[in-house]
């Protein structure tokens, strides 16, 4: 049996990097899967997720999502219930960057940024916990929720301002929500990676920025999507039964430095 086995999970950002790996990990722990992506092209390559999964004998399904629509994300989770009767777990990974200071930055940028990155979450979660109120406990409990914040939702982000804003507020919300909902049987947490490659190019893989990680980060490599999985992977597990509001690092040493 599975740590996820029997377990219904709703998963943004599911297509490439750290959605992918936690999306992976769920279902290899037995999870039933809804993909919530805007796109299922895989920005590192490969097969779109749901394919992928799908051929290894996995119950998984896409739904195209933009978690910034409050239609489509209520539609999303709609389509969670629908498909497995319930839904067990929220993964809310889906977040862009914009990768400009504050006096390059336009109103639409920002905008555009908090929309998906700290509204996208409130939408999902606020869609989820009025199903998650609806459905009978196990064990205790209705309902988890797992956010992907950031250590730059508690440290500056250099040179990105509404990222690392959204991802502070991504912070703050996650421990509103578990403080309102503890009582009925929902637990809220989120994970905050550190440096984590992901397949992303550009601005992300820059020397400079390359350089930067490397020389904050203790340990001897920079993180991968599988260190963010195994993180969401316990949050989503019976394990994590008297554990809420927190926001756990996965960041290999660089906010304990």
């Known amino acids: ?6 377990k219904t999970a709703l998963i943004t950002g599911a297509s490439s990097g750290i959605g992918r790996a936690i999306a992976a990990r769920f279902a290899e722990e037995g999870a039933r899967l809804l993909l919530a992506d805007v796109t299922e092209t895989v920005r590192e390559g490969g097969e779109p997720t749901q394919e992928w999964l799908a051929k290894r004998g996995h119950d998984v399904a896409f739904v195209a999502t933009d978690v910034s629509d409050e239609a489509q994300a209520e539609q999303a989770v709609e389509q969670a219930r629908a498909r497995f009767g319930r839904l067990d777990i929220l993964v809310n990974d889906a977040a862009i960057g914009n990768g400009k200071p504050l006096t390059e930055t336009s109103l639409s940028e920002w905008n555009r940024v908090m929309a998906v990155n700290l509204t996208g979450v409130f939408l999902m979660a606020r869609a989820a916990v009025r199903l998650m109120l609806t459905q009978p406990p196990q064990d205790e ?6 956010n992907i914040s950031s250590q730059h939702g508690m440290i500056a982000c250099p040179e990105d301002i509404a990222y690392g804003t959204s991802k502070a507020g991504v912070v703050y919300i996650t421990r509103q929500i578990a403080v309102d909902y503890a009582g009925h049987g929902i637990v809220c947490n989120a994970v905050a990676p550190g440096k984590i490659l992901t397949g992303k190019t550009g601005r992300a893989v820059e020397p400079r920025w390359m350089d930067y990680s490397t020389a904050r980060t203790p340990m001897p490599r920079l993180g991968r999507p599988a260190d963010v999985a195994s993180a969401a992977l316990f949050l989503a597990s019976d394990e994590c039964s008297f554990m809420t509001g927190e926001n756990i690092l996965v960041d290999g040493g660089w906010m304990a430095g």
């Open 1 to 6: 049996m599975g740590r996820l086995s029997g």
């Open 141 to 146: 409990l209705r309902g988890r929720i797992v």
